[in-house]
DNA sequence: CTTACCATGTAAGGCGTTACATGATTCA
DNA sequence: TGAATCATGTAACGCCTTACATGGTAAG
């Protein structure tokens, strides 16, 4: 059974800290998770469904006057699930590049259009850079009284290494680029 | 119109080199994409229906005995489609972590289970880079008479620089998660 | 008063994998 | 003779994104 929906798990692990609404789940994926993970409204919303029909999760209304919210805490049965999934080995990773595929493919262009992507490239990876510095430097400062993120640091960590790891290539292969022709 | 289908421009391009059949194309992608690219039997023929019928490329029946084999070759047509392609900025590099997210939620489990994730990441990590610094030495080698490999060659640096990134977070994680309990 | 944000959801459609089905050849 | 590799394809199914639809609230 390869390929299990992964969503269901990453929701479970986003209430195990605490109760979220469907919206708050989103907004964890798009900042805290958005460096190795992602989702849509539209695959969050159902996922919340087959969780509580599964009973894995729980939901409780706390509507704020007019505003309809619907807040999910996660029960002992989905505890459980996480848990279990998380001693399970990793199945995969993946790795998806345009921009390595667009620059595999450079002999069939300008040189200019490749060293357009690098500098595309590097733009993006001195921003995230930059946000991840930050996220570390306050992950840092909290640690001490909330060592819950720990393991938040050390995906924040993998990050910076692997973003820099990127600049420094893209130096690199723009010299080479830009020097020999 | 986001996220076109890219499988068209992986094959125009690897046709763009020299002429193959399906087989040779997935082949290609086991090996050379790999890294940043990959796509099964499932995808590669229907694409190969659909740019023969759009005449980017054409057929030509090079069947070796009883075993029927076709090969396909890029025409002006998909030349120009591919060039176009590549002369566009980068919509997106995706990177999608089954390890990190789980070592995210590694407040919900023993740290022996984060620290398998970390080992078995590492391994791997260790291996694909073995495998990378061959590749290096062998285009390395045949670049000066062919420098068409000239890009491939950079796509491998890049691979080195990041699998080197994540030996190196391996290390500094196992120890984080080792001491510190 | 209008923009941005909070909040929930659905429908259509695309894209791709897995598994299956088939058969020839090469090599040990 | 059996295993690995060459070679082509299809069908079912799953998962996810995009776009749409709706409406309340807070801040300027």
Redesign the pocket.
Known sequence: ???????DYVILGLLSHEPL???????RMDTSLSLFW????????????GLLRDKKIKAADVS????????YTITAKGTKYLKQWLSEPVEKDEFRSETLLKLFFGNCTEPSDSLAHIVQFRKTAEETLAVLHQMEASLESVLKEDPAHRYYLLTVRCGIRMYEAYEAWCGEAQKELGTKQ
Do not use: V
Not at 1 to 7: H, I, S, V
Not at 38 to 49: K, N, R, T, V
């Open positions: 059974m390869p390929n299990t929906k992964k969503t609404t469907g919206y708050d789940i989103k907004q992602g989702a849509s409204y539209g695959s969050i919303y159902p996922a919340l469904e704020t006057n007019g505003r309809e919210k619907t807040q």
